[in-house]
């Protein structure tokens, strides 16, 4: 099984839908990232968080939200979704307890299409 | 704020022909550097990381990079590339200073191996 786990892998919508998009991890990990792929763009971190009670805004953060449901489990939500957040994403984990280097540890991303 | 710049958006090569991945970076702080690679319908993983010590690190499949402080460049090689090398390959850096934290992407180099 997976370290990192995201469903759905798919998921196909309408614009205006809310869209949940999940993550669980069974690293041990403490800090757990969501970040968004366009082609050419690399990656972009949308919401990072610490531990459980501790949610920061990445760099793209508008039109989302988060929630830290335990340490093991992350999710996006896209309250209403637009087109232009068609992409794919990616959630992330890190293990910062010790020296941290940053060394991230992905899932097999979840591809969003909003029609 | 740091950066990073992969040079090269698409590298076609031939299978047994050697390859570089070029990435330069800038930041005002000491960093982490990382190259990920993504193969198709999967997540990224690390491919290989320098930390400190030997500026030029190795990865198990044979490739390797190697750290430039006066260039501020972090340049991928691998001297015989195989049909399974084609894949995405992603540059990163991350703020030494945070514990690693904050990954910053480069918009990634799409490497083509051809028979």
Known sequence: DADVTQTPRNRITKTGKRIMLECSQTKGHDRMYWYRQDPGL??????????????????????????RQA??????????????QTALYFCATSDHRGLGTGELFFGEGS????? | AQS?????????VFEE??????????????????WYVQYPNQGLQLLLKYLSGSTLVESINGFEAEFNKSQTSFHLRKPSVHISDTAEYFCAVSDKGTGGFKTIFGAGTRLFVKA
């Open chain 1, 42 to 67: 690399g990656l972009r971190l949308i919401y990072y968080s610490f531990d459980v009670k501790d949610i920061n805004k990445g760099e793209i953060s508008d039109g989302y939200s988060v929630s």
């Open chain 1, 71 to 84: 340490q093991a489990k992350f999710s996006l939500s896209l309250e209403s979704a637009i087109p232009n």
């Open chain 1, 111 to 115: 591809r969003l299409t909003v029609l």
């Open chain 2, 4 to 12: 990073v710049t992969q040079l090269d958006s698409q590298v076609p």
């Open chain 2, 17 to 34: 022909a050697p390859v570089e991945l070029r990435c330069n970076y800038s930041s005002s702080v000491s960093v982490y550097l990382f």
